[in-house]
C-alpha cells in the first residue's frame, strides 16, 4: 500500500537539546500505527513537528507526497491531518455539539456552510459515542468523556491522518478497552490512517498493526506487535535492564 505519511530524518533541537534526534517512519494508507516510548522519548515532540505545532530543526514530513515541515497547524489541519492533545483542551463554555461545530469550520478553513459543519460534528460526536444533543454540555465528563471529545474535535476536521497523543492517559482499564476499540472503529468504518501515541503498550498492541518505538528521541525498534514484545531492547527500555528484573 501507499505510504500516507513519510517521515524522514525528522529532528527536533531545543537549544543544545535533541530532542527529536534523526526520526524516520512512514504510515501506509489504512493503518494503525503505534509510536510508543517511555516518558519523554520524544513522541509528543515528534507529534507536534507532524501537525505543526513546532518547526523541525531538520528533516521532511510528507502527507501524500505533499512536503509539510514548516507549515502551521491550522495550514496541516486543512490538508488534512486531524489531532487530539494528551491534555483535553475542550472550549468549556460552548456544548458538546458546538465544540465539534467550530472544530469541523476550522478544519476545512470555512470553506464549508454551517449545515455540513453541523453535519461532519454531529457525525463525529456519534463515532466518539458522545450524545449528539445539541444542548449537552462539558459538564460532568469524566477523563474517558473528555478523551472522547478530543477525538470527536479532531474527528470533526475530516482528517486523512489521525494524530492520537495519550488517548488512555487517566483512563481505568474498561475504559482504555473501550478507547482501542473505538480508534479501531474509525479506521475500520471510515479508512482514516492512524498514528496513536502511547506510553503504556498494553491495549494498544492488541490493536496497532505497526510499532515504532522511541528512546532519548531515537527510533530503536520498528515492526509488528508481536516482535515489539519480544524485542530485547523494547523490553530493556520499558522494563529495565534484565539484571535488575524481578526472576
Ligand atoms: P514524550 O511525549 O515522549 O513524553 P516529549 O516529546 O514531550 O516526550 O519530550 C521529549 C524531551 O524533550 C523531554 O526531555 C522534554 O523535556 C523535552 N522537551 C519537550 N518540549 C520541550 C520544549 N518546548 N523545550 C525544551 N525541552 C522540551
Ligand atoms: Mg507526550
Redesign the pocket.
Known sequence: MAALLEVNGLTKR??G?T??DQVSFSVAEGEILGLL????????????CIAGM?KPSEGSVKLAGEELAGLTADETCRRGIGRTF?IPRPFRNLTLFENATLAAHFGSGGAIDRAEAEHRARDALRLAQLPDDPTATTKGLGAAGLKKLELARALSTAPKLLLA??SLGGLDAGEMRQAADMLKRIRDERGITIVW?E?IMGVLLSVVDRVVV?DH?GVIFQGSPQAAQEDAKVAEVYLGPPEARAA
Open positions: 531545543f537549544g537539546f530532542a527529536v516510548g517511555p516518558n519523554g522519548s520524544g513522541k509528543s515532540t515528534t507529534f507536534n513546532l494528551q497523543d495519550e501515541v506510553h522511541l528521541g
